[in-house]
């Protein structure tokens, strides 16, 4: 039973559409993530949310948004997709606090082309 | 600045033998966490170890532990016995701050660690 599960595993889609990327976890957290990892393998966080509030928003072009409808989910939608957003996206929660497990999602491997 | 350092780009370690992997951060927080996740070659990320900065020992998990250097700032993560299994890249990440519960995480560069039968 896949404790953070994200949805589609892969991606291949054209410049300029609008994607979105689901994340559901069963862990029964009340923190969830997303981080991006790019070709180079560096991870990146870009998005928290504490039971269902943006908590951290960083650096990303507003093209990105993340929506959490519960705090089981986190969704991530993109708009306007352009070649560099080329990536793998991973999902991650964890209970809030310091030191608490995080843990992350199988990836979502994102081709623009 | 880089606040994560993975100073070897690619290890290749005898199975059987123990291997470290190198890590130095930069903080000027005095509360802070280390993690070290490893990334197989199908891509998911699997935690596997966890040192808080006021943690009195070093933190072992199975064949996993963790070399924890505060004064010199490194956290190297030891593995007993490799195993062919532990093939994988290896990412050391920095608790940089706890904003309303969340952990936000910086990390290294990775070190591909490679086992050889």
């Known amino acids: 039973d896949t404790a953070v599960s994200q949805t589609p595993k892969y991606l291949v889609t054209q410049m300029g559409n609008d994607k979105s990327i689901k994340c559901e976890q069963n862990l029964g957290h009340d923190t969830m993530y997303w981080y991006k990892q790019d070709s180079k393998k560096f991870l990146k966080i870009m998005f928290s949310y504490n039971n269902k509030e943006l908590i951290i928003n960083e650096t990303v072009p507003n093209r990105f948004s993340p929506k959490s409808p519960d705090k089981a989910h986190l969704n991530l939608h993109i708009n306007s997709l352009e070649l560099g957003d080329s990536a793998v996206y991973f999902c991650?929660?964890?209970?809030?606090?310091?030191?608490?497990?995080?843990?992350f999602g199988e990836g979502s491997w994102l081709t623009v082309v | 600045a880089q606040k994560i350092t993975q100073t070897q780009p690619g290890m290749f370690v005898q199975e059987k033998e123990a291997v470290t992997l190198d890590c130095t951060y930069d903080t000027s927080d005095p509360s802070y966490g280390l993690f070290w996740y490893k990334q197989p070659s199908s891509g998911e990320m699997i935690f596997l170890i966890y040192q808080g900065s006021y943690d009195q020992q070093n933190a072992t998990e199975g064949r996993y532990s963790l070399n924890f250097q505060k004064a010199r700032k490194s956290a190297n993560l030891v593995i007993s016995a490799s195993q062919l299994g532990d093939s994988a890249m290896y990412f050391c990440a920095m608790r940089e701050g706890l904003i309303q519960g969340a952990q936000k995480l910086v990390f290294g560069q990775g070190t591909r660690l490679t086992i050889n039968p």
């Open positions: 991650a929660s964890s209970q809030g606090g310091v030191g608490n497990t995080i843990y």
